[in-house]
């Protein structure tokens, strides 16, 4: 594939009008080609246009079609790796290994979906049948079941330029839900989601999807992005990324004559709790898991580990001596941008300025004519300063975290409830001490999308029990989850047919369950 | 039970501090006793207070505990039927058979919620399993379910004092959920709400739940009202009422620093499409049927029909005939309030100033000595009239409707596709007519939350298929209901759990399923 620097409007392209931005090497800070070329406030309406109208017919079809199309995808992806894998590393600096994993996990993704679809359960088909006998008034036949909500933006993530991006989890599960798509990718990887994109575009052609089911619109999110989320014809949103640029886009949804949802991800602190006896028992352990999952990816991961809170004493001294032992030893990364590596610096700056805060590891950052490179950051305070500066709770994006050392249980138990919402929480204890920590352990889980029992954060489980989706502001509802089945259910409402023939109805909700799924019948599940 | 007139916190009242205001009633004037007095400041924080330190509480107790609280609550109603039916029927004007059916109804909402948790499969539990062994790294064990959201703001309605009121479906669905409710009665029924209120109160303390899952403040929307959906410890908001009302909710929800979700329920004017061969067959009876959908509670329903599109000709000069004999001989009826009766009056004045709409019906508006007295009115006009005054598409609320005749079924489809998002829309039609509009169907079921055929929209059926939810401005957002099983579903968030021991998860999670409920295992639904 020769890339082009265009976005692309359904089966077509944009026309390249220079006005754009080239994608850089990070290593390097060398500038790829081609130029990327800003859409349009046409090239916006041109493509909602096509998605509106690609709408009805794409939600209507059987749902094998649509899972075909996904699969299409999912293998468009793979016959291409090598490609895109060669360009997503020139453009963000992860290592190829990390990418050819990322290229698993969207195929996977994409796969999971057409499975959920293809099974048909996820409908959530309910039927509750006539009386025609019931006094005082005839009870009506009311059948139920999911459907698509409309055209549906996405905003791709800059850390996971394949799984978080063009042919990620939001636009799988849009997709999935039967939603065209129109995506704003990220500027770090411009040529990736190009690559990616064209893939989409080629699938859509050959498994005979409606024109417009997909789009892919480059330009700055104050713009282009604004305009989608602004769009009458735009249903939902779905974004991945910092709390600012995900409030900005909830406040434009929110203020719009008819209200959508935008379902940000932006990120968090992720508390790791150690409880003393686990502490006591396996401090070098801990040490070496926290270690590899603080650092993992130079840190850019919206689950990585930006808080440790620890009881004060001999244990924890044992975990901090492993624990800068390895950090000493782990090199610099690059930096997915140079932007992220400079808020990564000024994060770090701020957290090294903050009084009774100590720096425990000595940490690289350097743009230098090679690239932007940062090594991991490590600080250690009080639990009774912590509460004191709660601005020791922002996200520093990057492999930095912060080492409470609290004097008491009922210390830490004050720390976990001055948190705010967090993707996940983690607890190292023993199973006994699990049993008798029961505060803690439903303070975190009320501030907590996931909780952990000593494991840790990053590696984010594609299953049907994931949930990604903390407290605002982790996301921007607790409610929905952006990793794993459920993250259909954004893109979906409940359609209610009354005294409906049953020539009328969809098969999810016919006499008979032509599609063997299962449904909520008279009250009882049943795949009769 | 004596009215005294004071806000319900927790197990105790708060002091009646004299400002406030009396209940009327609708029919004659007459001022209620006692006098209310609205919630000051410090009631509102003490209430939420309550509210968020039972939540842990309640939101853990074993779901039979909460069943018994929300059947204790029907119990209570029961009875006191009497009494409460007697005053509702004094300050809404409501007849006391209607009454006495919503008094059923309430209880059935509360039982239906009972039931729902008692069974538990509404948990959506759900594991994956771990696999140690997989490549290149090792499956986490991965487990979820819904839990509470924590403490929830409920705005009750005017014109449903029980089933929409204090102990109605938000209550009911919140309660089962597992979140503290404070309920912000609405002013057209102070004393039924405080006799239901009481009626909570001694539930709480006869089941032994934890003090202040439930308070029930009064006083204005934009004070006391206002306070409650500003304040952190708030997690959602249960809303019935008007446009701007729940506008408003959704406006400061939204701008809070963190925002949460506001489920209004604004209403529609639910259009009726009357097709070419249905009329023929049946004018007459669908004007029957459609007389009593839009006179029923003197028109107060969310659901009312305010619109009907059918083809101009001599079948639709039968149905107006038929509708306008029988809309003689219904005599005017006493509207819940007096702003609803003067609302009504403007609202109808406004109708019947638009160029080109012929009021068909003679209409009384009264508010006379004897109180505020309203019949049913009716206009008509052509579809090209109606799309060029997109004002006709304004609910009245009350017993008042606008037939548009339509040139040709391409007018009809332009009529459907220039809707806002409606509660309900219904097609009365011959099966071979429905086969051959598809168009019309899926224009009506992008705009709409429940489809009807041959039928009338009043009506909601409490059952676990129903939706009453459409897309903006009928409701804040369509994905969600305030009628039926689903609607427990706006007060949870999915919690995930990852790597606990068996002995620290909860039941619903536990391997074995000692709670015999429906459960997604490594992909399937099984009870196993």
């Given amino acids: 594939m020769q890339l082009e620097g265009c976005s692309l409007i359904g089966a077509g392209k944009a026309p390249h009008r220079g006005k754009g931005a080239s994608a850089l090497e990070p290593a390097t800070g060398t500038v790829l080609k081609p130029e990327y070329c800003w859409a349009s406030h046409e090239d916006v309406e041109a493509a909602v246009q096509l998605a509106e109208s690609a709408f009805e017919k794409f939600g209507a079809l059987p749902p094998a079609r649509r899972a075909e199309f996904l699969k299409a995808i999912a293998q468009g992806i793979e016959s291409n790796a090598a490609v895109i894998v060669e360009r997503a590393h020139q453009e963000t600096a992860l290592p190829q290994a990390r990418l050819t994993g990322e290229i698993g996990r969207t195929c996977g993704q994409l796969r999971l979906f057409a499975s959920l679809i293809e099974e048909g359960s996820w409908l959530d088909a309910r039927i509750d049948h006539a009386d025609p006998a019931r006094t005082p008034v005839p009870k009506p036949d009311v ?100 709390r600012a640029g995900g409030r900005a886009l909830m406040d434009a949804a929110a203020a719009r004559p008819d209200p959508i949802p935008v379902y940000a991800e932006m990120g968090s602190i992720n508390p790791v709790f150690l409880l003393p006896a686990a502490l006591a028992e396996r401090a070098e352990a801990i040490a070496t898991g926290f270690h590899a999952s603080v650092t993992l990816g130079v840190g850019q991961f919206c689950t990585n580990p930006g808080l440790v809170v620890t009881p004060a004493g001999a244990d924890t001294e044992r975990f901090l001596a492993a624990l800068t032992l390895l950090l000493a030893a782990t090199p610099a990364g690059a930096m997915l941008t140079a932007s992220i590596c400079e808020e990564y610096r000024a994060g770090i700056e701020r957290f090294a300025g903050v009084p009774g805060v100590k720096q425990v590891a000595k940490v690289t ?144 909700l016919k006499e008979g369950n032509p599609l063997k799924i299962m449904r909520l019948v008279d009250g009882q599940l049943t795949r009769e």
């Fill in 365 to 508: 950052v350097e743009q230098n004519s090679a690239g932007h490179f940062a090594g991991a950051a490590l600080f250690r305070t009080t639990g009774a300063n912590f509460l004191a500066h709660p601005h020791l709770m922002d996200e520093v994006f990057g492999p930095s975290s912060l080492i409470v050392e609290v004097a008491s249980e009922a210390e830490a138990l004050q720390v976990a409830q001055a948190l705010e919402g967090q993707l996940t929480a983690t607890i190292h204890a023993t199973e006994a001490e699990l049993g008798t920590h029961h505060a803690l352990v439903e303070a975190l889980a009320i501030r907590a999308g996931r909780l952990l029992v000593n494991g840790f954060p990053t590696g984010v489980e594609v299953c049907h029990a994931m949930h990604h989706g903390g407290p605002y502001p982790a996301t921007s509802e607790g409610r929905t989850t952006s990793v794993g089945s459920r993250a259909i259910e954004r893109f979906v409402r409940p359609l209610c047919l009354q005294n409906f023939p049953q020539s009328a109805l969809p098969d999810a």
């Fill in 143 to 242: 059948r139920s079941m999911l459907v698509p909500v409309g055209p549906v933006a996405v905003f791709s993530s800059s850390n996971f330029p394949l799984a978080f991006s063009v042919a990620g989890g939001d636009t799988a599960s849009a997709l999935a839900a039967g939603c065209p798509v129109i995506v704003k990718p990220h500027q770090g990887h411009l040529g990736t989601s190009e690559l990616v994109g064209r893939i989409i575009q080629q699938a859509v052609k050959t498994t005979g999807m409606p024109e417009g089911v997909f789009s892919l619109l480059y330009g700055p999110g104050r713009d282009v992005g604004m305009a989608l989320v602004k769009h009458p014809a735009i249903k939902a949103v779905g974004f991945t990324g910092s």
